[in-house]
């Protein structure tokens, strides 16, 4: 076999390989060889079949089965003799002239074929000494515990129909017509939904115009939705409800007790807080790791400004701006409507798309160095957790796909091998702790970084996709509600 380099160009490699015909029938025979003993051929015994019979019958499929392997497995073979890793699969050529295939089907011709690919940019990693990262801390006061705890024992408040106008507090039970413009807009309609007046679990507005409700009435609500509402084609307008009241009742006392954490499943209020505690905690923990995460990952960028390679680059645009586009047609928006053209955008998401490649192929590097590794059974949980997303009809079908696909479950195993990465590096660098309010832990980090370009002008709907780098996400802030909680809005 005969390797002969064509381009050495930056991070692209083009080489032909030569395999002579006298190497193809080689393989060939010792594939007949294989069978000769297996095969049963009417009119000779088994192991009788002469060669040149079997040649024959099968030449031509065994020959193809040489070359596919051939342009399979010899090609990663002739690829790491080289010294080298492949970004992503071979370009492969062959002749397409069919005489030529032929001749090389009966081994009457050498067999060529090339090799277009990118290779992985050699770097050496830095050492961490210099990275800092500050890690924001709330720490979550018992009064907040007890006010969740309130929140939740509200659930099991009862409440008693009565006569006469609604309160602050009260409970209403309505059907509901939201229009935009005169026109019934999707997810803007709702019946027999029960709603606590001073809840705040609609838009701003809604609750304060059925204070002095009766049951049996109908009424006209008018609100504006809020500009940062969550369904982009919503935000700003003006919209009017036509609302009957079904009823309205009165609350019961709220009581906070032994009682209601076992109404509600639980063996004590101790217990109760427990939970609280630990899931604000959770929920606290995740945007503190997440601001450190993203320091981390700016400071890597800054530090490693190797050539990425610009297919993985344009497959992982790919996705970002498929996304992207997604949540504008959503949100019947346009890149006009968000500010910027759909060439700053492109431009944007580009960079982002770089800075995500080169930090996941830096991540991936460190991660070998360390030999960090990620077990089966962390991959089998993980992957559980992704089918339970599914509709229970399409679990078995959805488990089957990832666990026969190796690209598919490889995107269930990467998140969990880079938080390892990413635990490994926060225990080399220097991590400072500081104290903070929720306001500031919950503050979205918009400051304009030469290590996060694309969040200057991204659309905001799409914004969470500038929020991610090899994997870095930010948390969502809390949408507010359009009636009917999230049913007046759920094309979001």
Do not use: C
Not at 217 to 241: C, M, W
Not at 380 to 398: I, S
Not at 432 to 460: H, N, W
Request: charge should be negative.
């Amino acid at each position: 076999m005969q390797v002969t380099e064509t381009l050495n160009s930056g991070l692209k490699r083009e080489i032909k390989v030569t395999v002579p015909a006298g190497d193809m029938e080689a393989k060939l025979l010792a594939r007949l060889h294989d069978i000769k003993d297996k095969a049963r051929i009417n009119g000779f015994r088994p192991g009788k079949v002469p060669l040149q019979h079997l040649r024959k019958v099968y030449g031509k499929s065994f020959m193809a089965e040489v070359v596919n392997d051939l342009l399979s497995n010899q090609a990663r073979h002739i690829i790491a003799d080289r010294g080298e890793k492949a970004a992503m699969q071979p370009e492969v050529t062959m002749t397409e002239d069919e005489k030529e295939a032929e001749k090389i089907l009966a081994g009457n011709a050498d067999f060529e074929f090339q090799l277009a690919y990118e290779v992985i940019p050699s770097f050496e990693i830095q050492a961490f000494s210099g990275i800092a990262v500050n890690r924001p801390v709330y720490d979550v006061p018992d009064s907040e515990i007890e006010d969740q705890v309130k929140r939740v024992a509200e659930s099991t408040r009862s409440y008693e129909a009565k006569d006469g106008k609604a309160e602050q507090g009260d409970r209403v039970t309505i059907d509901y017509l939201g229009k935009i413009d005169g026109v019934a807009f999707d997810g803007g309609a709702g019946n027999g939904q029960p709603l606590v007046l001073g809840s705040k679990e609609f838009i701003p507005g809604f609750e304060d115009q059925l204070v002095g409700v009766k049951a049996g009435d109908q009424k006209q609500i008018t609100v504006t939705f809020p500009d940062n509402y969550s369904a982009r084609h919503l935000a700003g307008k003006e919209a009017t409800f036509d609302v009957t009241v079904g009823e309205v009742a009165k609350p019961g006392p709220l009581e906070i007790n032994d009682e209601t954490a076992k109404s509600l499943g639980l063996e004590s209020l101790d217990k109760l807080r427990e939970i609280v505690r630990g899931q604000l905690e959770n929920q606290f923990g995740s945007m503190t790791r997440q601001k450190v995460k993203r320091q981390l990952l700016d400071q890597l960028d800054g530090a490693y400004k190797f050539e990425a390679p610009s297919k993985l680059v344009e497959a992982e645009f790919t996705n970002i701006w498929n996304q992207v586009n997604r949540d504008l047609e959503l949100a019947g928006r346009t890149f006009a409507d968000e500010e910027t053209t759909e060439e700053e955008a492109r431009a944007e998401y580009t960079r982002l798309a770089e800075r995500r490649v080169r930090l996941g192929l830096v991540l991936a590097e460190i991660g070998d160095k360390a030999a960090v590794q990620v077990s089966d059974e962390e991959v089998q949980r993980a992957l559980f957790d992704t089918v339970r997303r599914f509709p229970a009809n399409q679990q078995q079908e959805a488990f089957e796909f990832y666990r026969n696909n190796p690209n598919a479950i490889n995107s269930v195993r990467a998140p969990i091998f880079e938080e390892k990465v990413i635990d490994h590096l926060l225990g080399q660098v220097s991590v400072t702790d500081s104290k903070v309010s929720k306001e500031e832990l919950m503050a979205d980090d918009e400051a304009e970084t030469e290590a996060a370009p694309a969040r200057k002008a991204a659309p905001k709907k799409a914004k969470k996709a500038d929020e991610a780098a090899a994997g870095e996400t930010a948390g969502e802030a809390p949408k507010k509600k359009a009636p009917a909680k999230k049913k007046a809005a759920d094309t979001e």
